[in-house]
């Protein structure tokens, strides 16, 4: 029997073919994968930066109903001066998360937090004097700088970490300044709550009570999706 | 600040005290151990860095695009953080025909950084040190004025100044060893001094402080700079770990640096965002 002829040169290159339409569908499977993450971190990205312009939009929001409070209207001027100036740069945290969310592809966030917002709303009505209302500002100062902080370590684009990273250490600015003045205001040093202040005729404690943390606390911050824009 | 038998006791009851050590611990006990969780992921991830990178060759921090900038940036603001704590202290004690005292020239305040081959920190363990050595500066700095407040030199100091200065030091010590404790994990020394080139502007300029007035603008800076870098850090850094334990810490050097301007007669919150003209960078480190 004569020996049949294989073409070989044709196996070799159904070979290499297949060879490369296997490292096509790799790669491909490998973008893809890789596209689908990045989507995924970009949307967290997002919905972090709508949470948090909502955060911002209730501070104003509560900020402004107590400035309208009698006895903060007709109190001490330098409280209605801070509430004021920490108004404006709340008004422009939002700006610039709202800026970022739309650069990142996401809609803005007109709306103040629902969630966290009815229980702030429901204390604030039921302020009877200054002390009551810079309690509050300064437990939702805290939970906008625990919020921020932790997402520092969660979003994915460097620009918007950075966005968090230097607004976080404001809000903690904002809450350091509460709390002294809550302090002043508790033991009846309201005569000391002006800028610039008697310094030699501040008491003791208040040294330490604007900063009750030696590492920010990120416990409890708001999740991401409580003030996403769908 | 009044003065004790052997020493000094806060100018607060110790009741009070109580209270605050109290309140100390317990957020002591919330925050730390986050922050060891941290600092051991930190030094895991520089480890696996160091191996998957030889020493010199670039990685984390050193990875970044905007590292150059950051060391031109570095170049402008180490030397003019130094120049403003010597213009601070200058302020009060009078000045030479530069403004500048005599032995403060660039080659002894800026000493020559080493050699790539003698560095011991590197790619973003660079940093990690650089942090431990900011958080070192500080602890000195605030031991310093509570030093030269028990010699009188300032005059009366006010309650809240004491009692500030005191806890402070205390948080700068915290946040010393989170750092330090990122580098033990990754396998190197801990830093334990401030081997920092603006380290001789500082102490001259503590020297040179004259008053209560002076030491907390001092304090100020230096609270300033380390929430700036800690700031820079954020946007540069590579390992969760790092990036974490550095928000976590921004945030309460910010904070001191409020109840510092307050005293001060000045706004506490003066910027919407940190800025980040006066932060550190690595290159500020002697080892």
């Given amino acids: ?230 | 600040m009044r003065r004790a038998r052997g020493g000094w006791e806060l100018p607060i009851g110790e009741s009070e005290l109580s209270g605050l050590t109290k309140d100390m611990e317990e957020a002591h006990r919330e925050t730390l151990p986050a922050m060891r969780t941290s600092a051991a992921e930190l030094g895991e991830r520089i480890r696996e860095l160091g191996q998957a990178s030889p020493p010199g060759s670039p990685g984390g921090l050193a990875q970044d695009g905007p590292v150059d900038a950051g060391r031109r940036r570095f170049l402008l603001t180490a030397g003019g953080l130094g120049a403003a704590f010597l213009l601070t202290a200058c302020s009060s004690t009078g000045t030479d025909e530069k403004g500048l005292p005599p032995h403060d020239g660039p080659s002894e305040a800026l000493p020559p950084r080493p050699a790539v081959d003698t560095v011991m920190y590197t790619a973003e363990l660079r940093f990690v040190a650089l942090s431990a050595a900011l958080e070192n500066q500080a602890v000195g700095a605030y031991g310093s004025i509570l030093a030269a407040a028990g010699a009188e030199k300032f005059g009366a100091v006010p309650p809240a100044v004491s009692t500030f200065v005191t806890m402070a030091m205390a948080h700068h010590i915290d946040h010393a060893k989170a750092w330090n404790e990122a580098l033990t994990a990754a396998g190197k020394p801990v830093v334990t001094d401030v081997p920092l080139s603006n380290q001789r502007a500082v102490t001259t300029a503590l020297d040179r402080a004259a008053t209560v007035d002076d030491a907390a603008k001092l304090a100020l800076q230096l609270e300033e700079q380390a929430a700036q870098t800690y700031l820079s850090a954020v946007y540069h850094g590579k390992s969760r770990g790092g990036i974490e334990t550095a928000a976590t810490i921004a945030p309460v050097e910010a904070m001191h640096a409020s109840v510092l301007r307050f005293v001060l007669g000045q706004y506490p919150v003066p910027d919407a965002f940190l800025p980040e003209d006066m932060a550190a960078t690595p290159g500020l480190l002697t080892v």
């Avoid at chain 1, 920490?86 to 008004?91: C, G, K, R, S, W």
């Fill in chain 1, 1 to 230: 029997m004569r020996a049949e002829h294989i073409d070989t040169r044709l196996l070799k290159e159904r070979t290499e073919r297949s060879r490369d339409m296997s490292g096509d569908a790799v790669r491909i499977t490998e973008r893809v994968l890789k596209d689908a993450a990045a989507d995924e971190a970009a949307k967290k990205d997002v919905m972090a930066l709508q949470t948090a312009a909502a955060l911002e939009h209730l501070a104003v929001s509560v900020y402004r109903t107590a400035a309208g409070l009698p006895f903060i209207k007709n109190g001490t001027k330098t409280v209605a001066e801070f509430i004021a100036t920490t108004v404006q740069q709340h008004q422009e945290h939002a700006k610039a998360f709202n800026a970022a969310a739309v650069k990142a592809g996401g809609k803005e966030q007109t709306r103040p937090d629902e969630q966290y917002g009815d229980m702030v709303r429901r204390t604030l009505s039921s302020a009877r004097n200054p002390v009551d209302v810079i309690k509050l500002s300064a437990s939702l100062e805290d939970m906008a700088a625990r919020t921020f902080t932790k997402y520092v370590g969660q979003v994915r684009d460097t620009r918007v970490r950075r966005l968090f990273a230097s607004v976080a250490p404001v809000e903690a600015q904002h809450r350091a300044t509460l709390l002294a003045v809550q302090s002043l205001l508790a033991s009846g040093h309201e005569n000391l709550v002006e800028i610039p202040t008697d310094a030699p005729r501040l008491p003791a404690a208040l040294g330490s009570a604007g900063i009750p943390d030696v590492f920010q606390a990120t416990a409890n911050a708001r999740p991401m999706s409580e003030g996403a824009v769908l």
